[in-house]
């Protein structure tokens, strides 16, 4: 089974810019979630999708949304980019949910200038 | 307080040896917890699932989890240098669908 997959792999955005991140889960898995992880913070929790619906979300700010697809790809924007956004950004998936195993994709490294 | 808790280390063991590896949480209505291994610029792994209170073993590995005292502990027998990583814990919450990760503990196997 393959398994999840991330692109890009590697951005360059400068401040101002936006971005699009892309996930596709492990077929068959129906949640998908993101974080976010800096050396100085760790993983944080972005949201969880689940049949295309936002279950739950972390502390981020509204500049940060993401959809999933019927097809329970899913998706993360970040607008108006800040130099505090170069992260590691990855996504999860899972049959279920946060309480079940959930498997990384590679992620997508993004660097802000 | 922080929701998960480990010691952010790093643990130095010789090759051959247990690395023992300790989480605590606060949360104690938690329900499921996961141990992941984490190499130096990838993501994370998988490594365990531990639901209920007792020992579950998958080879090297054995996870520890005691529900009355809030903590979660990861044992890797015979431990080698490819364990050399840094060892996430994570703890998700049914009430609310919490779901946290520590820090991470750094591991050093030293042949």
Redesign the interface.
Known sequence: KAGVTQTPRYLIKTRGQQVTLSCSPISGHRSV?W?QQTPGQ??Q?LF?YFSETQ??KGNFPGRFSGRQFSNSRSEMNVSTLELGDSA?Y?CASSLA???????????TRLTVT | QKEVEQNSGPLSVPEGAIASLNCTYSDRVSQSFFWYRQYSGKSPELIMSIYSNGDKEDGRFTAQLNKASQYVSLLIRDSQPSDSATYLCAVHTDTGNQFYFGTGTSLTVIP
């Open positions: 979630s974080y760790g993983l929790f969880e279950r739950n590691l990855l949910g946060q309480g079940y195993e959930q498997y990384f994709g590679p992620g």
